[in-house]
């Protein structure tokens, strides 16, 4: 992964990804950086347009859980009842954001702080 980040990196800078800038922010990072790696993610990513792709990517889940989120609830009314209702609630993969707890900025980060290693 850190070769992709690497590169998100250097395309936001607006650096041109080539194996001796992608190589150069890992060894910045700290990474033991392997050649034939580096030459596969520059060649890989030749012809892609990285904005494009990431834009992308961001959509389709939050697009996907949203409507599955309002399939469920639709269904769980048909079916009738509190109980079907309280039900698809809680196995919904929608965060339930009526709740108006204010949680420290350190738990909004987590998330990142995880997925960034």
Same mark, same amino acid.
Request: proline share 2%.
């Given at each position: ?45 030749? $012809? ?9 990517? *961001? ?15 639709? *269904? ?7 109980? *079907? ?7 919904? $993969? ?24």
């Amino acid at each position: 992964m850190e070769y992709v980040y690497a590169a998100l990196i250097l395309n936001e800078s607006g650096e041109e990804i080539n194996e001796d800038n992608l190589t150069n922010v890992l060894d910045a990072a700290g990474v033991d950086v392997e050649e034939s790696r580096v030459k596969a993610l520059v060649a890989a990513l030749e $012809d892609v347009d990285i904005d494009d792709a990431v834009s992308e990517a *961001a959509a389709v889940p939050a697009g996907g859980a949203a409507a599955g989120g309002a399939a469920g609830g639709e *269904a769980a009314a048909d079916e009738g009842g509190d109980e *079907a209702e309280e039900e698809a609630e809680e196995t919904s $993969d929608v965060p339930d954001t009526t709740d108006e707890d204010d949680e420290d900025d350190e738990a909004d980060g987590e998330g990142l702080g995880e997925l960034f290693g």
